[in-house]
């Protein structure tokens, strides 16, 4: 494991907010679905997503035509107490992104993702 790329990841405050998001939704998430929770183009969270997996801390599941993220389940205790101390930051620095993830994912059917990248995001 290389844990100088874990925390250089975590020294980005998008991929803190990808991961926040992941955390706090407890299950696994459309790419276009953080797109809109975060308010960021397409590239810019691929970009923040491959460097994510890189370190291990995500995994992607292709379905369809969707990619879904969701936080390594492994059962690495680093990787499990990096997300824990992810879980300690104050929710009030996401407070926006996660009002505009709970209205995005109320728009699933049978809890999956089926719309895709919306025109104009979601507003919060």
Known sequence: MQYERIFKALSDK?????????????????????MDALQLAHYNISRHMKDLKVTGLVNEKRVGKFIFYALDDSGNRFIKDIIKAVDSIPGNDFRDDMGRLKKRLSLREDNKCVIGILKNGISK
Not at 14 to 34: D, N, P, S, W
Request: contains cysteine.
């Open 14 to 34: 998008t991929r803190l907010r990808i991961l926040y998001v992941l955390l706090k939704a407890g299950k696994a998430l459309c790419i276009c679905e953080i």
